[in-house]
């Protein structure tokens, strides 16, 4: 079964920060359809229902740090750092936020958590049974197993693209 479009965008958008899976404010506005002011609203009119293991706010050092890590301006976007919802904050935003997109939403978010959380499982099963294999076997099969953990780890980040003027040193005149 194909997943449905809405769980892709939200799975591309669960960071892992203060090692946890999270979501944060702007992103979930964007997938709920309303601006980020009007969710901060909605969350801060029901704070009893976030507690600090359902959603927290950012450090200043974070929000800077995820601005460097995905080309954020420094002058565009929220004053404000943003909050990080994790997923059982996530689920508890379907009761503040009730609109009929909000329940579709919140459903293939939870989805979406759901999904990376099985991936996880699956990876690290693979990787125990592979370490139990490599210890019944003798050195003869270690490129093998080498080969196989290349293989499950996570591709290299692409190389970026230089930008600017460069100029030729070599050009004829």
């Not at 009761?95 to 997109?101: A, P």
Request: contains cysteine.
């Amino acid at each position: 079964m194909k997943p449905d479009p809405v769980v892709l965008q939200a799975e591309r958008r669960i960071l892992l920060i203060r090692r946890q899976r999270v979501m944060l404010s702007d992103d979930l506005a964007a997938l709920y359809g309303v601006e980020t002011k009007a969710l901060n609203r909605a969350v801060k009119r029901n704070a009893e229902r976030f507690p600090a293991d359902f959603m927290f706010q950012l450090t200043a050092e974070e929000a800077e740090d995820l601005k460097c890590q995905f080309g954020t301006s420094s002058w565009g976007g929220s004053r404000v750092s943003p909050y990080a919802f994790t997923e059982q904050g996530v689920a508890m935003l379907s009761s503040v936020l009730r609109s009929r997109r909000a329940v579709q939403v919140n459903i293939a978010i939870v989805r979406a958590f759901v999904r990376l959380r099985e991936m996880l499982l699956t990876n690290a099963e693979l990787a125990r049974k592979l370490a139990d294999l490599e210890q019944k076997y003798d050195s003869q099969f270690k490129s093998v197993f080498d080969a196989i953990r290349q293989l499950m780890a996570p591709p290299p980040a692409p190389p970026k693209p230089e930008i600017g003027f460069h100029v030729k040193e070599d050009a004829v005149p």
